[in-house]
């Protein structure tokens, strides 16, 4: 099938327009016309081929808002003209013991990802949602409800579905006592999440002049962790700890925060750590460190309907495709609050 995007033919090469084909759709496929997509900091970094990993050429994005186009055969949830979505995931193996668990994201045999992965009936490459149209297994693409914003949507097929399932496994709720480490695309999702499903909601950043921000997306109070005196003051505070940051940084401090049996879980960064960790820390205490990668698609479902129902979506910028090297560059620099979103009809302007 004829696609139109944009892609990145080399580490150095700006994103320019790129034509491709899709897979030929299969009885159990959905063809989607592409709406809008978000812009993740994961595109970036495979774009620029920063895990030293990426194939050429790539088509980002995996935050995929649309509207189907023809459904297969065999597809009975889904049919033409529905709103739906595709995050980071498209295919897994279905029978491993993660997936079978509804947890597709830790496939043993690996789950195929939007992009920069290989189907796993054809090899074909996938690419991503930098484009005008996608064609998707039907078990991993999500019905949108009704009333969300379909721009706003679409970071939360990754940001949001990345902070709602740590909250969810760690059972946040009314009473929980939660801190989010960073405030960006991640970040000001997991403020918004918390706060929605009733919890006391901090947020640790280290420069001041974020204030306003944080207390209007949900948090109620507001730690600098570069002061040395408000870190003290919560010590032994949090149940849980949702760290964002997506570089490698100092977890130490926040560990003296937790309270008994708490967690910290990081959601931002998978590289090593070069701080080594104190573990006296977690050893009185009962403290523990934990990780969360994205999310299955039963709880990514659970999650849009929860955004749904409490009116959430992320706070976006939207831009035209041909401006997606100049978000890139600002992406780096931070400037944006809180998500570039594309803009798919811009891609025939």
Known sequence: MHATGFAALSATAPLERFAFERRAPRPDDVV????????????????????????????????????????????????????????????????????????EQDCLEGATFSYGSTDRQDGSPTYGGYADAIVVRDRFVLSVPDGLDPAGAAPLLCAGITTWSPLRRWHVGKGSRVAVVGLGGLGHMALKLAKALGADVTLFTRSAGKEDDAFRLGADHVVLSSEPEQMKAVAGRFDLIVDTVPYDHDINPY??????????????????????????????????????????MRETQEMLDFCAAHRIVADIET?????????????????VKYRFVIDMASLTA
């Open 32 to 103: 989607i016309d592409i709406l809008y997509c978000g812009v993740c900091h994961t595109d970036l970094h495979m774009a620029r081929n920063h895990g030293g990993f990426t194939t050429y050429p790539i088509v980002p994005g995996h935050e995929i808002i649309g509207r189907v186009r023809q459904v297969g055969a065999e597809v009975t949830r889904f049919k033409a003209g529905d709103v739906v979505g595709v995050g980071c995931m498209v295919d897994s193996c279905q029978h491993c013991q993660p997936c079978l668990k509804g947890w």
């Open 255 to 296: 560990m003296p925060t937790l309270a008994i049996e708490g967690v910290l879980v990081l959601v931002g960064y998978m590289g090593p750590l070069s701080h080594p960790v104190n573990a006296g820390a977690a050893v009185r205490g009962r403290r523990a460190i934990s990780g969360s990668f994205i999310g299955g």
């Open 319 to 335: 831009i035209p495709i041909q401006n997606i090297n100049e978000a890139y560059e600002r992406m780096l620099k931070s400037d």
